[in-house]
């Protein structure tokens, strides 16, 4: 916010799974939000790169998703494939990830087991 945007421009599609509340065209605290994509299809933009001559990364083999986030516990259902690319290829990062996505998961089931014994 620092850089006080007018516009942003986003990637998200309709088509996608997981979409954010923001549609195109909003102004949202005095930003404009323009999805350009939105309308588009996987395979519209897998021949957009091509033609661009974009080199895709070696993990869209495992997943077409984002590697960003790698503690994010959001969609981890839609994540498992790329978990499984970081084993293979980035065995380090992925013990250090599965360690802390594990003690994520121990902590909320300690959380759910005292709300079910309260209920």
Known sequence: MELKPERIYRGQRKEEKY????ESGMTIGGIEYIFP?????????????VQQ?????AFYEFSDK?????HCTAYLDERVRQIQWLKLHEPEKHAKIAENLLKIRGAVEAKVAFLDAAL
């Open 19 to 22: 979409t954010s509340p923001v």
């Open 53 to 57: 001559g974009v080199n895709l990364p």
């Open 66 to 70: 984002s590697l960003d986030c790698w």
């Open 37 to 49: 994509l939105e309308d588009w299809s996987d395979l519209q933009v897998d021949k957009f790169l």
